[in-house]
């Protein structure tokens, strides 16, 4: 036998019990060696760390080391208690503990009766003390709390923050989170909803020079030398409008009802068409992302995440970069099984090179200032071909991965995507679904559609428009002014301009809120109108 | 091609908007608006838009252009 018992003591024997006799004094048990109790003492955990006790026994039900507070009286708790090298019991404690029935301690009043808790008193002085830290490693649980703030003697009615038994919680003061609330996503549209150009039509990518436009604010190209012409289509696609004639069937995610689909009808391979874009693009705003700090060394850590589906399976790849393609940064996601919903998550490193320029960097005004561009087949002058220069920002001008699937590669490849988001942090959450109004409104920054569908009395403009002022002037000219139900970005460019009297019209000109139509008769008193048009400040 | 619209009938001055012929749209002359980015970026390459009708295009106008919006920032395609 190893340790010391004290000496004060001696055994005794008491039917099948054996107790330490206090006869011999009135002192404490004192033990120098750890302690092991229970039916498997003689096997404790091996490689604890300094253990001072411990309780071994094997059961296919809990054990227990217990403290039993036999009493019922207003102050009576049941506790068990640690202390740092600076602890007292007056303070520098922490205490985990369940109250009486009877309990009711003024000292104490955080808890009630038959309450259990965690209570913690720092030491005086203590650099850090104060906070009760709740933490579990990767494999914790998590339970209802409540927490209290500054005091035990806090009424019940001053709980700080509460997670109550139906998951709800609950909080007195303020929230602060990096990603707040409302808004946190930075893309509009990321659920697929608005469609004001093609309205659900199925809408060709011609395949000749310059940018496509989408549905609102996601932009699909697919042009470059060496291309088809036609090889690929957009569509606002619904899973739950049955009616609707863009209606497909698991078309779009649970808790999503449309998504945009991509469609190719003749595949062309990458290779050789190293100038070549194919992608959808979304394009942020300078003002929308100015707190990213991205291009300096504050620059934000953002996730983005998004439902996809494919016919075709693999390694997908993403390019993001600022505006004027001098930063970029190209990470990849798998879609493992074909036609099935798979939501991905993307945390992206905020860019630390770059600046905040406007030729080199990430702009904080109303041009674009960052690009995320869905690879379908990029040209390979705009590829990374080195997987060891995935995710991670490097200088240049780089939005897919040459060896990732390509939708536009394979005639009949398809490629859904809704639910897209951007926020700021480093953990996707739950979709932030906007009033469907307020969602157009943002859109309408952007693109507006005008149309006079509806209107049984039409908005004309008569010739002269000002004869009493201008009078040495033909009174030949109308004017209509409409204005637009949003500022746009910048001044829009008008398009598209159809119905009434557009195939007279002599010009229209537009600033950021309104676009007048100017008309040279050939008489005066004569009426025109437009039926629709399209006012673009898209970036 | 782009085509100028020539001057305001009652104020003379220059409409501040061309018009794009491929599809008629007017692109309104604002360095923000990514469609005069690109007709800066077409102007840049050497090319010249037609003048307005039963006019002729002021020699200097693509140089007077370029010296207001020649440094403008163009979206990259």
């Given at each position: 036998m190893s340790g010391t018992l004290n000496a004060n003591y001696v055994q005794s024997d008491v039917g099948a019990n054996l107790y330490f006799n206090t006869a011999v004094s009135s002192g404490p048990v004192i033990a120098t060696v750890p302690v092991y109790t229970g039916a498997g003492a003689a096997?404790?955990?091996?490689?604890?760390?300094?253990?001072?006790?411990?309780?071994?026994?094997?059961?296919?039900?809990?054990?227990?080391?217990?403290?039993?507070?036999?009493?019922?009286?207003?102050?009576?708790?049941?506790?068990?208690?640690?202390?740092?090298?600076?602890?007292?019991?007056?303070?520098?404690?922490?205490?985990?503990?369940?109250?009486?029935?009877?309990f009711n301690q003024y000292s104490y009043s955080v808890t009630g009766p038959n309450e259990g808790y965690i209570l913690m008193s720092a030491p005086s002085g203590s650099?850090?003390?104060?906070?009760?830290?709740?933490?579990?490693?990767?494999?914790?649980?998590?339970?209802?709390?409540?927490?209290?703030?500054?005091?035990?003697?806090?009424?019940?009615?001053?709980?700080?923050?509460?997670?109550?038994?139906?998951?709800n919680l609950k909080v007195a003061g303020t929230v602060s989170a990096t990603n707040t609330f409302g808004f946190k996503n930075r893309l509009i549209n990321g659920a697929m909803m608005i469609d004001q150009r093609a309205n659900g039509a199925n809408t060709s990518l011609n395949g000749s020079t310059g940018s496509q436009?989408?549905?609102?604010?996601?932009?699909?190209?697919?042009?470059?030398?060496?291309?088809?012409?036609?090889?690929?289509?957009?569509?606002?696609?619904?899973?739950?409008?049955?009616?609707?004639?863009?209606?497909?069937?698991?078309?779009?995610?649970?808790?999503?009802?449309?998504?945009?689909?991509?469609?190719?009808?003749?595949?062309?391979?990458?290779?050789?068409?190293?100038?070549?874009?194919?992608?959808?693009?979304?394009?942020?705003?300078?003002?929308?992302?100015?707190?990213?700090?991205?291009?300096?060394?504050?620059?934000?850590?953002?996730?983005?995440?998004?439902?996809?589906?494919s016919n075709q399976t693999?390694?997908?790849?993403?390019?993001?970069?600022?505006?004027?393609?001098?930063?970029?940064?190209?990470?990849?996601?798998?879609?493992?099984?074909?036609?099935?919903?798979?939501?991905?998550?993307?945390?992206?490193?905020?860019p630390t090179i770059g600046g905040q320029g406007t030729t080199t960097g990430f702009p904080t005004d109303n041009n674009g200032s960052a690009q995320i561009?869905?690879?379908?087949?990029?040209?390979?002058?705009?590829?990374?071909?080195?997987?060891?220069?995935?995710?991670?920002w490097l200088s240049g001008d780089y939005r897919g991965f040459t060896s990732a699937v390509h939708i536009g590669d394979t005639s009949g490849a398809n490629f859904y995507i809704t639910g897209v988001q951007f926020e700021v942090g480093p953990q996707a959450t739950p979709f932030d679904w906007r009033p469907y109004g307020m969602e157009l409104a943002l859109c309408q920054r952007y693109t507006y559609v005008y149309n006079n569908t509806g209107l049984s009395?039409?908005?004309?403009?008569?010739?002269?428009?000002?004869?009493?002022?201008?009078?040495?002037?033909?009174?030949?000219?109308?004017?209509?002014?409409?204005?637009?139900?949003?500022?746009?970005?910048?001044?829009?460019?008008?398009?598209?301009?159809?119905?009434?009297s557009a195939s007279s019209l002599n010009r229209q000109t537009a600033s950021a809120s309104q676009v007048v139509f100017q008309w040279s008769s050939t008489s005066s008193g004569s009426a025109y109108y437009v039926g629709s048009f399209i006012a673009s400040a898209e970036i | 091609?782009?085509?100028?619209?020539?001057?305001?009938?009652?104020?003379?001055?220059?409409?501040?908007?061309?018009?794009?012929?491929?599809?008629?749209?007017?692109?309104?002359?604002?360095?923000?608006?990514?469609?005069?980015?690109?007709?800066?970026?077409?102007?840049?390459?050497?090319?010249?838009?037609?003048?307005?009708?039963?006019?002729?295009?002021?020699?200097?106008?693509v140089s007077n252009m370029l010296s207001g919006y020649g440094s403008i920032n163009i979206k990259r395609l």
């Open positions: 096997t404790p955990l091996g490689g604890a760390t300094n253990p001072v006790s411990g309780g071994i026994q094997s059961a296919n039900n809990y054990i227990q080391k217990y403290v039993y507070n036999t009493a019922n009286g207003t102050y009576t708790s049941a506790d068990f208690t640690a202390y740092p090298a600076n602890g007292t019991d007056a303070a520098g404690w922490v205490d985990m503990g369940i109250t009486s029935l009877a650099n850090t003390s104060g906070n009760l830290v709740y933490a579990t490693d990767a494999t914790g649980n998590y339970n209802s709390h409540q927490w209290y703030v500054n005091g035990f003697t806090n009424a019940k009615a001053n709980v700080a923050m509460t997670l109550d038994k139906n998951s436009i989408g549905i609102d604010r996601f932009q699909c190209n697919n042009y470059g030398t060496g291309l088809t012409a036609n090889s690929m289509y957009y569509q606002l696609m619904t899973s739950s409008n049955t009616a609707a004639p863009n209606y497909e069937v698991n078309s779009a995610p649970p808790g999503f009802s449309n998504s945009l689909k991509i469609t190719c009808t003749n595949g062309q391979a990458t290779s050789g068409l190293s100038a070549i874009r194919r992608n959808i693009e979304a394009t942020l705003e300078g003002y929308v992302i100015a707190d990213l700090g991205w291009g300096t060394a504050n620059a934000k850590t953002c996730t983005l995440s998004f439902w996809a589906k693999g390694t997908f790849a993403i390019g993001i970069e600022n505006y004027y393609g001098t930063t970029s940064y190209v990470t990849t996601y798998t879609i493992s099984a074909a036609n099935t919903w798979t939501y991905i998550t993307l945390t992206i490193p905020g561009f869905w690879d379908l087949g990029q040209g390979s002058s705009i590829s990374q071909s080195n997987s060891a220069n995935l995710n991670t009395d039409q908005t004309y403009a008569y010739s002269p428009y000002s004869p009493a002022s201008y009078t040495s002037l033909p009174n030949s000219s109308a004017s209509m002014p409409i204005y637009f139900p949003v500022t746009m970005r910048s001044a829009a460019t008008i398009s598209n301009v159809t119905g009434g | 091609m782009y085509q100028l619209y020539g001057k305001h009938e009652i104020t003379g001055q220059d409409i501040q908007a061309i018009k794009r012929l491929e599809d008629n749209a007017s692109v309104p002359f604002d360095h923000n608006n990514v469609d005069f980015q690109l007709f800066i970026k077409w102007l840049k390459e050497g090319n010249t838009p037609e003048p307005a009708a039963n006019t002729t295009l002021d020699s200097n106008w």
